[in-house]
């Protein structure tokens, strides 16, 4: 199952290829993506733009709370930008906090090539009860 959910992301969600991020690892309840840093990454203050950490951290967290085979949907995420990056290769880490039912809630955490913690993301999803194909 984990492959296949990493597979399914990787393949079917446009915007993250769009914007070079892929799962690279899950497990139940745990995710890792990754993104090679590139010109399209950059702001207009030179460093990596927010929506693209956003985006890194978001699918990391799709991945992990759709990991047990069951579609979730993300209710809220809040993310704080800790450092800026530049260049390189930004790597987020998602894990499960608490599970029941119908809600649970995972901390996203995104490091730079030297481990600095450069953001921090708690989300919240929804079971849809639906198994994912």
């Known amino acids: 199952m984990h492959e296949k959910i990493k597979d399914l992301l990787n393949e079917n969600d446009r915007f993250a290829k769009h914007n070079n991020i892929r799962v690279v690892d ?3 309840g745990y995710a890792e993506t990754e993104m090679v840093i590139n010109e399209n990454h950059i ?3 030179g460093v990596v733009q927010g929506g693209a950490i956003f985006t890194l951290a978001d699918l990391a967290f ?3 709370s759709n990991s047990y085979g069951v579609l979730n949907l993300s209710l809220s995420s809040t993310i704080s930008f800790i450092r800026p990056a530049k260049t390189g290769r930004l790597r987020a880490i998602a894990k ?3 599970k029941t039912k119908k809600i649970s809630v995972y901390q996203i955490e995104v490091f730079d090539d030297s481990g600095n913690l450069v953001a921090s993301m ?3 999803a929804y079971s849809k009860d639906k198994t994912i194909p």
Do not use: M, P, R, T
């Open 26 to 28: 899950v497990k139940e």
């Open 43 to 45: 702001n207009a203050a």
């Open 62 to 64: 799709g991945a992990a």
């Open 96 to 98: 499960e906090i608490s």
């Open 122 to 124: 708690q989300g919240l």
